[in-house]
């Protein structure tokens, strides 16, 4: 119960703040003749946690794929913190991707390291810490916040696959970025993992006052980390709203996420 | 017809302006500051170290099968004393870099093409990039300098157990001291047979490491991709091995001789 007013006082708190920090309008982009899609508008606030919903190939992950800059657009303009992202130059790129963390679907954790060494890595060579002392540090620290301390001479693949999604997550949140963007979080968990998954996400939001885009299609993850949710189909936006409103919605394709017949 | 025949074209044109923009990729990341010195090092030890025995073996076979097929040539001429030297020019001209530059690329090229592709598929190289690093530095400046640094010196390393090898195969016939082996070949060696012999062999490492980062850094999304990656690899390094060679000689033959 107190976790549920927590949840709810961080939710209120957050969407206070207005300050525009990712902005996409008449967003574009195929594959061959492929249109995947087919124009997004999305305003993100600071502090805001927005969560995309929406059925697999209906180009969730390429919308943040072009936030970041992995993707370039066809048309429309992606901003993030006011600056176009398709125009930027390599360097601009990579100074934008320090500001920026993505927590991949797989956790793509570095195989060939320990864990220790993955959260080296982006330490060394994103921030270029040298001081031994101050890497050990915030290695720990990021452990202890995801409870993996106990981990940190093991190899990724000695990890179960929720260890690997909270390494992931420590990994990405490592560098302290103000934007987090989740590509489907919980897929391929069990229930009870799924939810200490999205629990956390939430939790690091707080603690690093991060602005966060989550990609999912778990209806749990959505409920507890969602400030505002956008339902996306076959390449456009189809609802937005509280997760309550959206619950409540009599769209077609909304009522059949919710799995409830249409009213 | 010349529509089929077009998409072909097409394609190797696109696959030959990605490998130049990869190149360029390479040179611009090696003079950036920031070199990774221990990767560097650990890609030396794997690629190196690791593959020594492989050589070792494969140049100790090749050196006794080449001196056991030539001597009967050689006494029917009666001139079983030009074994040493033919040996010798044989192995440290041609036989030896190429036979270590092939074993290499079937090796170290397959190995960093499976590598990266595997990295490719799961991922790793997109969170890396995506995180603001740098992994055209971290992955790949280091692999290719560290073949580029480590097959030319495989490559003596093979050439001298290659000429062990020859030379017991003489003393399974006839009795040679060590002393006098040697002594033969290296009379019948000159600056102007090794010196190219080692530029070529700096090449091939760098065509090897190149090749093989390439064809895995590129590599499609899917499991299939990275077993055609690790294919490729070996391919392309094999047949870039034998142009260079060819292209070395007929240099080497123009400014020496």
Request: proline share 3%.
């Amino acid at each position: 119960m107190e976790d549920k007013e927590t949840i709810e006082e961080q939710k209120h708190s957050s969407s206070k703040k207005k300050e525009l920090v990712i902005h996409i309008k008449g967003l574009k982009k195929s594959f061959g003749d492929h249109h995947v899609l087919k124009h997004v508008d999305l305003d993100v606030h600071r502090g805001e946690n927005v969560v995309i919903l929406g059925k697999s190939g209906t180009g969730k992950s390429v919308t943040i794929e072009c936030i970041v800059g992995m993707l370039i657009p066809d048309e429309g303009e992606v901003k993030v913190f006011g600056d176009d992202v398709p125009e930027m130059n390599e360097k601009q790129l990579k100074e934008l991707r320090t500001k920026i963390g993505f927590l991949f679907q797989s956790g793509a954790l570095y195989d060939s390291m320990t864990v220790r060494e993955n959260l080296e890595f982006p330490l060394t060579r994103v921030l270029k810490i040298r001081d031994q002392a101050e890497i050990d540090q915030r290695v720990e620290e990021a452990l202890e916040g995801v409870g993996l301390a106990d981990a940190i001479d093991k190899m990724p693949s000695e990890l179960s696959g929720g260890m690997r999604k909270r390494l992931g997550l420590a990994r990405t949140l490592i560098v302290k970025p103000e934007i987090m963007l989740y590509d489907e979080p919980t897929t391929g968990l069990d229930p009870i993992t799924s939810r200490e998954i999205s629990q956390l996400i939430l939790k690091m939001q707080k603690k690093y006052k991060t602005t966060s885009i989550i990609i999912t299609h778990d209806m749990e993850c959505a409920e507890i980390t969602a400030d505002r949710v956008v339902v996306m189909n076959d390449g456009e936006y189809v609802a937005e709203g509280s997760f309550d409103d959206i619950k409540k919605s009599k769209d077609e394709f909304v009522c059949s996420f919710f799995l409830k017949p249409m009213l | 017809m010349a529509e089929q025949a077009l998409p072909g074209w097409k394609k190797w044109l696109e696959g030959s302006g990605d490998q130049v923009i990869f190149l360029k990729g390479f040179f611009r990341n090696m003079f950036r500051g920031g070199f990774e010195w221990s990767e560097f090092v650990r890609q030396c030890y794997e690629i190196g170290y690791k593959s020594f025995t492989l050589v070792s073996i494969t140049a100790f076979i090749m050196g006794l099968v080449l001196a056991l097929q030539l001597r009967p040539t050689l006494v029917s001429f009666g001139a079983e004393s030009m074994l040493p030297r033919t040996l010798a020019i044989a192995i440290i001209r041609e036989i030896g870099p190429v036979i270590t530059a092939l074993i290499c690329a079937g090796k170290i090229a397959s190995g960093i093409g499976a590598e990266l592709g595997s990295m490719k598929v799961t991922e790793q190289i997109d969170a890396m990039d995506v995180s603001g690093a740098n992994p055209m530095q971290y992955l790949v400046v280091t692999r290719i300098l560290a073949t580029t640094l480590m097959v030319p010196l495989l490559t003596l390393l093979g050439d001298v157990i290659g000429l062990i090898g020859g030379f017991l195969a003489i003393n399974i016939s006839s009795k040679v001291t060590m002393t006098l082996y040697f002594n033969k070949c290296l009379d019948s060696i000159n600056f102007s047979d090794l010196l190219p012999a080692f530029i070529k062999t700096i090449f091939f490492g760098f065509v090897i490491g190149f090749i093989g980062c390439y064809k895995g850094y590129n590599s499609n999304k899917g499991t299939e991709s990275v077993g055609l990656s690790a294919n490729s690899a070996v391919v392309a390094a094999s047949l870039w091995i034998f142009v260079i060679d060819a292209i070395v000689v007929q240099i080497s033959n123009i400014i020496i001789y």
